[in-house]
């Protein structure tokens, strides 16, 4: 097969020449169709297969009123688009695929239906044909499992939109041949999309790095810490998110996404760090999925989200003086802070009476730092100080259960007072961004951990795959290895649950100081 390959670089002008002259589809669905659309746009003859015939047409007439529509907007020439057409055919039957070079199956999610299509086709295909699946939950190797051939069967999962997401991950199970895998990549790169290589492994990279947004943040509104609507808002302005955890689940949808959560979760044997939430698994039950039902976690109306308002600044008529814990994060710069926001500092080794003692700790909760600190509850309020206050657009506070209302109020208001917006959440070992960006991080270290993909492929699947603002190697580095790695010990210590303990992987960098991206030699 590696030969197979080289002829072909080997040729004259082999760059000109699409690596797969002529392309399978099977399945013409959402995904078939737009793979379809960038194969022929690279140049491939594409051949296009459906059980249902009339999906198959009404694929290729819905590619060709994609190109009709980036001509008019001189995105495509015309020539262009008429020869792309010319090399959309649909396929009367499975034996017109014989002479294809590859063939994508993007069919329905069973395995034994598409191990049993892989048997058929080959019976039909030359030997050097690749067979490519796009499933996003199966195994490659179960998919290969049983076929005369399983060297040159691969996973090709793109996104979907196709056109518009520019990843696509190239999957090799046990036996399949790295000049396969090589290939796919090749051909990724002519239909203009970026291929990250994965190992065959549950939810290959994206949907592997995505568990830790989505359970983490339902994991917080499971213990009371806070509503749907506020850490949406915290994990938007703080880290930087597009999209909160809970409009992501409600635009994907809860019938996608539950499913996507319990099947990797058991297909890691019960991992911990995938535990997907009871909230979701009800709401799943009781059809409540999201835009696409009007209802998840916000109401749609005509389409727009109604979200409940933000919470009132309180107003004060005396603010009390503040008192500053000594290990606080970030100290010098909160004192800062609180002498530009008009703050009456206290100065003594403990707080007066009076004051108003603010904590800023990594990963515990507010609880816990005033029962160690020898601090009144009553009084005490925690910021989180992960993030540089001047990187972020909004303040989170967080109480605990003995925080009287008068000293909640007052840090509220005293956090306020330059305008920057405020969230005040009940206690929580790591706040709402800490939890969520050390889960996020100790994810994406344990897929390097496990050789699942370089760290390199990793932050190019997630950044492009799912959109975070930084790939999440990347947004370890920038809030500090060693403060990641904090966060989760004393998260672990706080919930005494496996899911936060660190992997190795950030455990030995964070330790030593080393990038999260650094790979050894
Ligand atoms: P879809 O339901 O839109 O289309 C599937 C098409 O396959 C239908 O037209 C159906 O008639 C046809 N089909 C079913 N069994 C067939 C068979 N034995 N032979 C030929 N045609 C057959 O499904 P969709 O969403 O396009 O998904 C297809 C595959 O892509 C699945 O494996 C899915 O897990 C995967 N995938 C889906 C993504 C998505 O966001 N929809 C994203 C990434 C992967």
Redesign the pocket.
């Known amino acids: 097969m590696r030969q197979i390959f080289a002829q072909r670089r080997g040729g004259d002008n082999w760059q000109m020449k699409p690596i797969y002259p002529n392309i399978g589809i ?9 793979i379809a659309q960038i194969a022929a746009q690279a140049g491939s003859r594409v051949h296009l ?4 015939a009339q ?2 047409m009404a ?1 290729r007439e819905f590619i060709q009123a994609q190109w009709t529509r980036m001509v008019e907007k001189q995105r495509m020439g015309a020539d262009e688009a008429q020869a792309q057409a010319n090399r959309l055919v649909v396929a009367p039957t ?1 034996q017109a695929l014989a002479n294809c070079d590859l063939i994508v ?5 069973r395995l034994e ?2 191990t ?2 892989f048997k058929e086709l080959e019976t039909l295909i030359a030997p050097n044909a690749v067979l490519a ?6 195994s490659i190797t179960a998919i290969a499992a049983g076929l005369q051939h399983p060297e040159r069967v691969a996973g090709f ?4 939109p196709v056109p518009l997401m520019k990843v696509v991950e190239v999957i090799a199970g046990l036996r399949t041949d790295p000049a396969v895998v090589e290939g796919l990549c090749q051909y990724a790169r002519a239909m203009g999309h970026t291929p990250v290589v994965a190992q065959d492994t549950p939810g290959f990279i994206v949907n592997h790095a995505g568990r830790g947004y989505g359970t983490e943040a339902l994991r917080i509104v499971s213990e009371g810490v806070s509503d749907f609507a506020t850490i949406d808002r915290i994990l938007r302005d703080q880290a930087g998110f597009k999209l909160g955890p809970f409009e992501l689940m409600d635009l994907t949808g809860l019938d ?1 996404s539950h499913p996507v959560m319990d099947s990797i979760y058991h297909q890691y044997f019960e991992e911990a760090r995938y535990r997907p939430s009871v909230i979701t698994a009800q709401r799943l039950a009781g059809g409540i999925l999201g835009r696409k039902s009007s209802e998840g976690f916000y109401k749609y109306t005509d389409g727009k989200a109604q979200t409940t308002p933000e919470a009132v600044t309180p107003i004060l008529e005396e603010m009390p003086s503040v008192w500053l814990s000594p290990r606080a994060a970030r100290r010098a710069e909160l004192l800062l802070l609180l002498k530009n926001l008009g703050a009456k500092i206290e100065t003594g080794q403990s707080p007066s009476p009076q004051a108003l003692t603010l904590v800023a700790p990594l990963g515990f909760d507010i609880t816990t730092v005033a029962v160690v600190e020898r601090l009144d509850p009553a009084r005490t309020v925690g910021i989180d100080m992960l993030i540089d206050d001047a990187a972020t657009k909004r303040r989170v506070l967080a109480t605990n259960p003995a925080t009287r209302a008068d000293m909640r109020d007052a840090a509220h208001a005293l956090f306020a007072r330059d305008g920057k917006a405020v969230s005040v959440i009940r206690d929580s070992g790591g706040f709402v961004t800490q939890r969520v960006v050390a889960h996020i991080v100790n994810i994406a270290s344990d897929i390097c951990q496990q050789g699942i993909c370089s760290a390199a492929d990793l932050e190019t699947a997630v950044t492009l795959g799912l959109g975070y603002p930084q790939g999440p190697l990347a947004m370890g580095n920038l809030y500090g290895p060693t403060n990641i790695l904090e966060v989760l010990f004393n998260m672990q210590t706080v919930y005494g649950d496996q899911r936060y303990r660190p992997s190795p992987w950030l455990r030995r960098r964070g330790a030593i100081g080393l990038s999260l991206l650094h790979e050894e030699e």
């Open positions: 099977i399945g013409t669905g959402a995904m078939g169709r737009g297969f459906d059980t249902n999906a198959a694929a499975l199956e993007a069919i329905v999610e239906v598409k049993s299509l699946s796009n499933t996003s939950s199966l999962h793109f996104f979907n996608v």
